[in-house]
């Protein structure tokens, strides 16, 4: 939208931001109080309240999009790469430290405060006073209306990155969880390259449409061709020195995640194609189809789950991821606004 309609951007970052804030209130105080109802009085309690605050300092952290869509991410990735160091070594300080999980608790929620405080200062530097952004009550309606679907689709999308983990636990054991979790976080970091992808090239994209339909659609079949690529080389490089992997990063006691890495890590071709075909759908105002296609992917890794965790343990959990990754990509194949769609970028 900022894109289409650059004479409105204050109205609808101004807007985004009012909803924003406001769900991350009303998220807030939903999560104190289930916790309050339903966690034991322990340790476990506090760390729901700290990190229940992320996404109330995180909202500014849409401000993200006005660079993203006139493609100047140099300096907020720069930026991004001196939080990300500075938390890195406050994290390894609280270890060596032994200051137990409230320090790393508070470390989580300084994350989404320090990356609002930086869009907060380039985006007054760079576009003027946040005092810019207005309000406007139609947009915002337009917003929820187009947007309701996507909320389901978070939902959907968040069950099924984690269901595994949480059936592992319960068919196998936690240290299981431990050995599966160490594997998924380390596939999920080569995941970071898509993204930057994505958030650099995407705009273009966008921009493309406006200019004309086949232009568009060549610069969508040549950015799935990257996306596939890239996200297949970094599995390769991964598969093939998974072991070394391993061993560097946590040692020879998480030797049993290695066949774990080696399956799950190939996850990423279709985490990345579901990114691009979500950003897609948002842009042709198809929300709905995210939903539906998201809540497919869900469905098969469940199912799956429950067919191969019993059978071939946490190996079996991580074929599933692989599979049911690859499921909101095919299942456009069968809904009847973006079937001809994804023929046309197949054939090519």
């Known amino acids: 939208d900022i894109i289409a309609h650059p004479e409105k951007r204050n109205e609808y970052l101004g807007s985004a931001l009012v909803l924003k804030i406001t769900a991350s209130v009303l998220s807030f105080f939903t999560c104190v109080m289930l916790a309050l109802a339903l966690s034991m009085r322990d340790v476990s309690l506090y760390l729901i309240f700290i990190i229940s605050l992320s996404p109330f300092a995180a909202s500014f952290g849409l401000l993200s999009n006005e660079f993203q869509a006139d493609a100047k991410s140099k300096y907020p990735s ?30 989580v929620l300084l994350e ?12 007054t530097r760079v576009y003027g006073s946040l005092l810019n952004l207005r309000f406007n009550k139609l947009i915002a309606v337009t917003m929820l209306k ?13 069950i099924y990155a984690r269901i595994d983990q949480v059936m592992i636990k319960h068919m196998i054991n936690a240290e299981a969880v431990g050995l599966y979790d160490a594997a998924v976080r380390l596939s999920e970091i080569s995941y970071f390259i898509p993204n930057i992808i994505m958030a650099g090239i995407f705009p273009a994209i966008i921009n493309a449409k406006k200019i004309s339909s086949a232009l568009y659609h060549k610069r969508i079949k040549h950015l799935i061709l990257l996306l596939i690529f890239i996200s297949s080389l970094l ?24 066949p774990i890495l080696t399956i799950y890590v190939w996850s990423n071709v279709g985490a990345a194609l579901i ?13 709905k189809n995210v939903t539906l296609t998201l809540f497919f992917g869900m469905l098969f890794n469940v199912i799956l789950n429950i067919l191969l965790i019993p059978k071939y343990g946490m190996s079996g959990a991580a074929f599933a991821s692989l599979i049911s990754y690859f499921i909101p990509f095919i299942s456009m194949l069968f809904i009847s606004n973006t079937r001809i769609f994804l023929l046309k970028i197949l054939r090519s």
């Not at 490089?237 to 992997?245: A, E, L, P, R």
């Not at 691009?276 to 042709?284: A, D, G, M, R």
Request: hydrophobic share 65%; glycine share 4%; proline share 2%.
């Open 146 to 158: 187009s947007g309701y679907p996507l909320i389901f689709a978070s939902v959907f999308f968040m």
């Open 275 to 287: 990114l691009l075909t979500q950003q897609i759908l948002v842009s042709e105002n198809l929300t």
């Open 78 to 107: 720069i930026f991004s790469i001196l939080v990300v160091f500075i938390l890195n070594i406050l994290k390894l300080l609280v270890i060596y430290y032994d200051k137990g999980v409230i320090f790393l608790a508070a470390i």
């Open 112 to 123: 989404p405060i320090l990356y609002s405080i930086m869009y907060m200062i380039l985006r």
């Open 235 to 258: 599995a390769l490089i991964t598969t093939v020195f998974s072991k070394y992997i391993i061993l560097v990063v946590y040692g020879a006691t998480f030797i049993e995640a290695v």
